[in-house]
């Protein structure tokens, strides 16, 4: 069964440690996120 997920996952953290947020935790793929669609997540 391919794990289609793991890729994409990994290329989350690895546009992360190009970012230089590979010092933050698991948060750092929101931030990828955040600038991929130009919205930033607050927390309510």
Excluded at 18 to 30: F, H, I, P
């Amino acid at each position: 069964m391919p794990l289609l997920l793991a890729n994409v996952t990994q290329q989350l953290y690895q546009m992360a440690r190009a970012a230089g947020l590979n010092k933050e935790d698991g948060l750092a793929v929101v931030k990828v996120l955040e600038r991929l669609a130009g919205v930033e997540v607050k927390a309510r």
